[in-house]
């Protein structure tokens, strides 16, 4: 049963980065896109970026400017940093398996494994 | 980015009641839409992928249908252990985006 579990610090000060990282438990860590997905309190889910066992990186243009994901393939591991948070960057930060099945020039892509999500808050 | 707009934000029903939620893409997506539920305090859980593909595990309860950009999420007999938020989400282009969710709640 694949597990992910991740950590990182909770409680920032504005302008600081944000540094997750999520380790993979079971499963093949090839065959599949690791994601971050956030949710800010009493909120909906918004999709931040992805990154395979290769270190190819898709983000969302509205954090590109200040997102990174990286991945330690030898550690089964892969990271998130956002950099220059502030109070619009407080939520829960979930790590994620992403599947992806071809279908014509396109792919279905959907979330079917997901950590246990870390609360990350900014406040000064 | 492509908007995905869920309808009704909230529903009360009743164990046992049919309940269908709707979801709206700003653009058509053809079948590139899943279903997930959360429930407090946990992460989302995914029901249905490609508009109609019910995930492995997932109670036959669940149905997805559409295409284009309107969509469908039925759950022909609700279950108490189904009362939770309910999100689409586009697969259709990047970045993927999620309806701002569905609330079942007891009637």
């Known amino acids: 049963q694949v597990q992910l579990q991740q950590w990182g610090a909770g409680l920032l000060k504005p302008s600081e980065t944000l540094s997750l990282t999520c380790i993979v438990y079971?499963?093949?860590?090839?065959?599949?896109?690791w994601s971050w997905i956030r949710q800010p309190p009493g909120k909906g889910l918004e999709w931040i970026g992805e990154i395979n066992h290769s270190g190819s990186t898709n983000y969302n243009p509205s954090l590109k400017s200040r997102v990174t994901i990286s991945v330690d393939t030898s550690k089964n591991q892969f990271s998130l940093k956002l950099s220059s948070v502030t109070a619009a960057d407080t939520a829960v930060y979930y790590c994620a398996r992403g599947v992806r099945i071809s279908h014509s020039v396109y792919y279905y892509y959907y979330i079917d494994v997901w950590g246990k999500g870390t609360t990350v808050t900014v406040s000064s | 980015d492509i908007q995905m707009t869920q309808s009704p934000s909230s529903l009360s029903a009743s164990v046992g009641d049919r309940v269908t939620i709707t979801c709206r893409a700003s653009?058509?997506?053809?079948?590139?839409l899943n279903w997930y539920q959360q429930k407090p305090g946990k992460a989302p859980k995914v029901l249905i992928y490609a508009a109609s593909s019910l995930q492995s595990g997932v109670p036959s309860r669940f149905s997805g249908s559409g295409s284009g950009t309107d969509f469908t999420l039925t759950i022909s007999s609700l279950q108490p252990d189904d009362f939770a938020i309910y999100y689409c989400?586009?697969?259709?282009?990047?970045?993927?985006?999620f309806g701002q969710g569905t609330k079942v709640e007891i009637k």
């Open positions: 653009q058509t997506i053809s079948n590139y």
């Open positions: 079971g499963g093949s860590f090839s065959d599949y896109y």
């Open positions: 989400q586009q697969s259709y282009s990047t970045p993927p985006t």
